[in-house]
């Protein structure tokens, strides 16, 4: 079965520093991964999405991943954190039958 | 409409109350889900449905139901809500099979009280 952990519940970032976000996956076979943002009381927006193509994956907002099979991971950066990506990331397997798995999210803090 | 609306936004609702959280989506896509939210524990699927006129349990399923009647709505139904049901509930969509882009509604925030 799939599964992932996301290894942070929260982090915390100084504006212009790096980010990092952690996300380790389980599955039997090759996953599809994504990573989700949800701002403050909104819905959830896909930040970009590893399907088995590139391992270096690129989304919005200057975001982007690295698939590594050898540690399955799939963490998120992001070279310089701006107070606007203060949100909730949510770490996602594609599942049996089409079926979104979420991790339990990390919730980023951005200081001025 | 564009994508996927959810109703009502939000709601307070008594205990032993019924309630019915509203879907529908205009992208004529097969495959719609209903999850909730809770914190700390991510989001997690309550039922799916991969096809008009099919629904499956998902990790949550115990005191809902949902019907699939057509491609665009995707109701959910609590029959006797509690207050452990108290959740922000959000309904999506997605073309099908693979990992096509999911489509998500802006949410439900429901009190039971």
């Known amino acids: 079965a799939q599964s992932v952990t996301q290894l942070d519940s929260h982090v915390s970032v100084s504006e212009g520093t790096p980010v990092l976000l952690r996300c380790n996956y389980s599955s039997s076979y090759s996953p599809s991964l994504f990573w989700y943002v949800q701002h403050p009381n909104k819905g959830l927006q896909l930040l970009l999405k590893y399907t088995s193509a590139a391992t270096l994956v690129k989304g919005i907002n200057g975001f982007e991943a690295e698939f590594k099979k050898s540690e399955t991971s799939f963490h998120l950066t992001k070279p310089s954190a701006h107070m606007s990506d203060a949100a909730e990331y949510f770490c996602v397997v594609l599942g049996g039958t089409n079926k979104l798995i979420f991790g339990t999210g990390t919730l980023l803090a951005v200081q001025p | 409409i564009a994508g996927i609306t959810q109703a009502p936004t939000s709601q307070i609702l008594a205990a032993g109350r019924r309630m019915t959280l509203r879907c529908t989506q205009d992208m004529r896509h097969n495959a719609m889900y209903w999850y909730r939210q809770d914190l700390g524990l991510g989001l997690r699927l309550i039922h799916y449905s991969n096809t008009a006129g099919t629904t499956g349990k998902g990790e949550v399923p115990d005191g809902y139901s949902v019907s699939r009647a057509n491609t665009d709505d995707f109701p959910l139904t609590l029959a006797s809500a509690v207050p452990s049901q108290t959740s922000v509930y959000f309904c999506?969509?997605?073309?099908?099979?693979?990992?096509?882009?999911?489509?998500f509604g802006s949410g439900t925030r429901l009190t039971v009280v």
């Open positions: 999506a969509s997605s073309a099908g099979q693979g990992p096509y882009g999911y489509t």
